[in-house]
């Protein structure tokens, strides 16, 4: 008994020197961390200029525009609601990264056949 609870006394010291150690160790990082986040945010956020906004909501047209993809949807207050228009939207997002994801496949394909070419009439 007295060996268990002198076990537990040596436990809970190298705990409580562990955690001085780990703070030590941790404190600079932290206030390094704590002092740039601030610099991190700035560059995170834009001027919300017009070329940074991904999604423009005309209520006066009924109107909704991705400037992601240059797309009109109609109906706002239904897109809003997550009707029929936030599925069509939603698509036409999905449709231009399959080609924009298409076209980079074909580019990197044709880049290997380029270079492959230029190997085997180099030997």
Known sequence: MLYQVYDLY????YEQYLCKVLSILWLPIVLES????????????????????????????DRTTDHRISENVYGVSRL??????????????????????????????RDIQTSSVADSTSR
């Open 10 to 13: 040596l436990f809970y010291l």
């Open 34 to 61: 704590v002092i740039n986040k601030p610099r991190l945010l700035c560059t995170q956020v834009g001027s919300a200029g017009r070329s940074e906004k991904i999604r423009t909501y005309n209520m006066r047209d």
């Open 80 to 109: 809003l609601d997550g009707g029929r228009e936030l599925d069509v939207l939603i698509d036409m997002i999905q449709t231009e990264a399959r080609y924009e994801r298409l076209i980079e496949q074909l580019s990197l394909q």
